[in-house]
């Protein structure tokens, strides 16, 4: 990983990011703040792979902290894993011969940061059940399938991705994303031991508490996505926290 300015902070809001442009509608404002967050994680992608210095666990620490500033659906989680491969295709270019090795090392990252947000959405899956009567059964189903469909939801992106790439960078993903297709992925491995003991959990919760039509749900809806957001922020900081000692170490080491 790079030790100066890569894993130093989480994303800043640019300016005038902290509040509404004028005439600007909260729904406007959400998507201005996704879109910015987007292309700073792609910078900082594109950074970090020309660099090449500790690319797997840098994409993994920012994947992760993108993710924990969503909502974890399955939109948001494309838009993440868009913006990777744009700065990882960007990034290498500097490469050359060794661009594949570079990539792979991005996608090792990559599933490595899915398979936190995973784990994040499994844990507040698991609160759902404990605390069934606050919950909807409708939005306990949705997220149980959008954490099913992860594995699906990346290699399409993969695939789509790779299609609007230079020449160099669709012919290697290509043939990664079918390597993947064909052994699987470090992603559908985990999604495969979750889901021995997830969904009985689920079904044995008991009676859940809200009709999915009511505004009591949507607000259910709402809170089990923050809990998993909660998760993940807290993966998201302990990352952030061994970087930053793993930098102070390095940085140790060359004074000595």
Partial sequence: MSQDNTHESKPQPQAGAESPKAGETPQAESQRQRE????????????????GEDIRETVRRLTV???????????????????????????IEKHGSRAREALEEVLR???????????A??????????????????????ALEQLRNLER?????????????????????????????NSGTAIGEYLAEVMEELPRKLREAGEWGLKA????????GSQLAAIASGFLAGIADALDRQ???LGGEDEHRRKS
Wanted: hydrophobic share 45%.
């Fill in 36 to 51: 910015e967050a987007m292309a700073w994680l792609e910078a900082s992608v594109r950074e970090a792979v020309a660099k």
């Fill in 65 to 91: 902290e993108a993710l924990s500033e969503g909502r974890l659906n399955a939109e948001e989680v494309r838009q993440v894993i868009e913006s990777v491969l744009k700065g990882a295709g960007a990034g």
């Fill in 109 to 119: 990252g990559l599933e490595d940061g899915l398979i936190k947000a995973a784990e």
């Fill in 121 to 142: 959405s499994k844990l507040a899956l698991e609160e759902a059940a404990s605390r069934a009567q606050e919950f909807a059964e409708q939005d306990v189903k949705l």
């Fill in 153 to 181: 939801v990346y290699l399409d992106t993969l695939t789509e991705v790779a299609k609007r790439g230079s020449e160099q960078f669709r012919t290697i993903l290509d043939d990664l994303v079918r390597h993947a297709r």
């Fill in 213 to 220: 039509v009511s505004e009591s749900a949507r607000v259910a």
């Fill in 243 to 245: 970087a930053k000692r």
